[in-house]
């Protein structure tokens, strides 16, 4: 399992994100009890702005790994990014909110690396 996860690390760093997530969804299928794979096929997820998916996978890693830190990071991130969407969608709806400006604003200034771990 060490060996295959590593191997998805390396796919992932050197530009072969589908092959990563290949690598990450079998070992979930043949180590559904390791939550460190569901956390880099998230953040493969988010990459490709799969916001959705990446959020069940951190999930996972979550409940199969409750103190595992580096995930609920990146369930922050996700979070923080779904909240942009969904308040960007509202500033368009309504641009008179005062409200919606400084969350958006608030969101442009964290690190563009979010979810990336």
């Known amino acids: 399992a060490q060996l295959r996860f590593l191997k998805g690390v390396a796919q992932s760093q050197n530009g072969q994100p589908d092959a990563a997530s290949a690598t990450f969804t079998a070992l979930t299928q043949d180590y559904p009890e390791l939550p460190e794979p569901y956390n880099n096929l ?45 308040w960007a969608r509202a500033l368009e709806l309504n641009p008179a909110d005062p409200a919606l400006r400084p969350k958006l604003q608030i969101l442009q200034q964290l690190p563009s690396e979010a979810a990336t771990r």
Do not use: W
């Not at 609920?72 to 942009?84: M, T």
């Open 42 to 86: 998230a953040v493969l997820h988010a990459a490709a702005g799969n916001l959705g998916q990446a959020r069940a996978a951190l999930e996972t890693a979550l409940r199969l790994s409750p103190g595992y830190a580096t995930a609920h990071q990146n369930l922050g991130d996700i979070y923080a990014r779904l909240a942009g969407k969904a």
